[in-house]
C-alpha cells in the first residue's frame, strides 16, 4: 500500500500528500434486554492536498484504486492552482519538518470474534443488572467500535501507516426520584478491538454495582447551593476542562481567531502545580485510547507542553498555522474521515498528576462539593466554559456528605486553573472521547483529580 502511495504521490509538482483513509466502526444497542440495533459500516476512500501560490488544494473519492489516487492528486494540484491565482498569494514553500516513517498496526492478536459474541456479552450484562439492579425504570447498553487505517506519502518523503482502534461500552441506568426520574451512565472499555476488551468487559459486575450504587444516592440527593465554591474535580472532569477549555484555546487556528491564549506565552496563567500537555503517541503512560504518531501533513507527533508548571509554553500547530507564527508544526494536523482535509487538531490532553491523595483534597475542604462525571460540555474562545455535571456529593467538614442531582460548573478556565491547590497522583483516560470541532474525531483527554474553585449552578 505505501509503495503505490509512494509511486503516484512522486508524479506531482510541488508539495503533496497522498492519503489512503478507511473507517470500520460496529454499534450495537441493547434496551431492557432487547437488541435495538446491530449494525457496522466502512467509509473509505483516497483523498490527495497539494500545495501551490501559498494555498492548499484538496480532493477526495470514495475509491482506493491507483485510478483514483491519480485523479484526486491531479485535481488537488488544479485547485490548488486556481485557489492560489485567484488570492494572489505568492509561492512561499511550507515550512521544513522531518520526515513521518513508520507502520503501527494495533489490530488484535486475539482470534476474532463473531457478532453472536458481542450479542452474548450484552445480554450477560443485563442479565446481572435485572438481577442486581432493582426498581430501574430503564437500561441501555451501546457498544461503539471504531478502528481508523491510515496509509500516508507525501512529496517530502514522509511515508506512514497506522490501525488505531477503539471499543467502547456506554451503560446507562435509570430509575425514579422523589421528583421525577434520574439517570447516570458511565463508560467502559477504551484503546484496542473488542477481542482486547472482552475479558475486561465481561467482568464489569463490580463497576456496574458502583454506578447502581451512584444511582440509588442521586435518587434521593439534593440539588447543590448555586454559587462559587470550593471543588474536588475526579479526573473525567479535568480531562474535560484541559480539553475544551484549554486545548481549544491554544490550538493555532483559534489563537490566530483571536483565542485569549495569543500573546500570552511566557506568561503565568495557571497554579505552578499544573502541567498540561497534549501528546502523541499513546500518551506519556502509553494509557490514551488513541494512537497517533505521525500527523495526516506527514510531520512526526511530538508532545507540546501548553502549559508546563502554570506557565503558558507552547500552541499546537499544523504547517500552515506554523507558517504564519514562525513556529515549527507539532504534529497536530488531523481529518476523520477520508473526506476531511486535516484541520489543527488535538490529540491526547491531559494534564499531568501531581503529589496529592484525593483524600487530602477532600479533607481540606470545609463546605463545597466533590464531582465526578460529566455529560457534555463547551467552551469559547476566552477560556470561558460551561459543563454538565451528573454525579456528584456534597463535602462539609472535609467529608462527603449527599449526592446531588445534575447540574452546571461554570467559569473562565485559566482563573480556574489559578485556584488550584491540589492535584492528585492518579492518572486517569477517559475512555471514548470525541472533539466535535468542526467535525468529530476521537481524541484522548484525561488527568488527575484537582481542588478548585469555580461556579456550581442550583435547581
Known amino acids: 500500500m505505501l509503495d503505490r502511495l509512494e509511486r503516484i504521490v512522486a508524479t506531482a509538482p ?13 454499534r450495537l444497542f441493547m434496551r431492557r434486554g432487547t437488541l435495538i440495533e446491530n449494525a457496522s459500516a466502512t467509509l473509505a476512500g483516497g483523498s490527495a492536498r497539494c500545495h501551490a501560490l501559498g494555498t492548499f ?18 485535481d488537488a494540484r488544479a485547485n490548488a492552482d486556481q485557489l492560489g491565482r485567484r488570492a494572489a498569494y505568492s509561492d512561499q514553500p511550507l515550512p521544513a519538518t522531518p520526515r513521518g516513517e513508520g507502520v503501527w498496526d494495533y489490530r488484535t492478536k486475539r482470534p476474532k470474534l463473531g457478532a453472536a459474541a458481542r450479542v452474548d456479552l450484552l445480554k450477560r450484562l443485563d442479565a446481572y443488572i435485572g438481577a442486581h439492579c432493582p426498581n430501574l425504570l430503564n437500561v441501555d447498553l451501546t457498544l461503539q467500535e471504531l478502528a ?3 496509509a500516508l506519502a507525501t512529496s517530502e518523503g514522509a511515508r506512514t501507516q497506522c490501525v488505531s482502534p477503539r471499543t467502547v461500552l456506554y451503560v446507562q441506568m435509570s430509575m425514579q426520584g422523589g421528583d ?24 464489569l459486575a463490580p463497576a456496574i454495582d458502583r454506578l447502581y450504587a451512584d444511582l440509588r444516592r442521586k435518587a434521593e440527593g439534593v440539588h447543590p447551593d448555586a454559587g462559587f465554591h470550593d471543588v474536588v474535580l475526579d479526573s473525567d472532569l479535568a480531562g474535560i476542562l484541559a480539553h475544551e477549555a484549554i486545548g481549544h484555546t491554544c490550538e493555532a487556528d483559534l489563537v490566530l481567531a483571536g483565542s485569549i491564549a495569543g500573546g500570552r506565552i511566557g506568561e503565568q496563567v495557571a497554579s505552578e502545580k499544573i502541567t498540561l500537555m497534549d501528546q502523541g503517541g499513546r ?78 483534597m477532600i479533607g481540606a475542604v470545609e463546605r463545597g462539593y466533590y464531582l465526578k462525571r460529566s455529560s457534555n460540555g463547551q467552551a469559547d474562545l476566552t477560556s470561558e466554559f460551561m459543563f454538565g455535571v451528573v454525579c ?23 482563573d480556574v486553573l ?42
Open 180 to 203: 421525577g426520574p434520574v439517570q447516570l451512565y458511565q463508560v467502559f472499555g477504551g484503546f484496542g478491538e473488542f477481542e482486547d476488551q472482552a475479558e475486561a468487559l465481561a467482568a
Open 57 to 74: 488544494g484538496f480532493t477526495s473519492l470514495p475509491a482506493e484504486d491507483d485510478a483514483a489516487l491519480e485523479r484526486v492528486l491531479r
Open 392 to 414: 456528584g456529593c456534597e463535602i462539609v467538614n472535609g467529608k462527603l456528605g449527599r449526592a446531588i442531582r445534575d447540574t452546571t460548573i461554570s467559569g473562565v478556565a485559566f
Open 283 to 360: 500518551g506519556f503512560d502509553g494509557g490514551s485510547t488513541i494512537a497517533i504518531h505521525v500527523d495526516d501533513e506527514g510531520t512526526p507527533c511530538r508532545d507540546i507542553a501548553i502549559i508546563e508548571k502554570g506557565v503558558l509554553r507552547g500552541f499546537l500547530n499544523n504547517k500552515a498555522t506554523a507558517q504564519e507564527l514562525e513556529a515549527e508544526p507539532t504534529g497536530n494536523a488531523r481529518a476523520f474521515t477520508f473526506a476531511d482535509e486535516p484541520i489543527v487538531r488535538m490529540r491526547s490532553t491531559c494534564i499531568m498528576p501531581g503529589t496529592d491523595k484525593l483524600q487530602d
Open 14 to 26: 510541488g508539495y503533496a500528500e497522498l492519503r489512503l483513509h478507511r473507517n470500520i466502526s460496529r
Open 418 to 459: 489559578k485556584a488550584v491547590t491540589h492535584v492528585g497522583d492518579t492518572m486517569t483516560w477517559s475512555g471514548g472521547g470525541f472533539c466535535g470541532k468542526k467535525t468529530l474525531i476521537p481524541v484522548g483527554m484525561g488527568g488527575p483529580a484537582i481542588k478548585t474553585k469555580l461556579n456550581i449552578g442550583g435547581r
Open 148 to 150: 481508523i487505517e491510515k
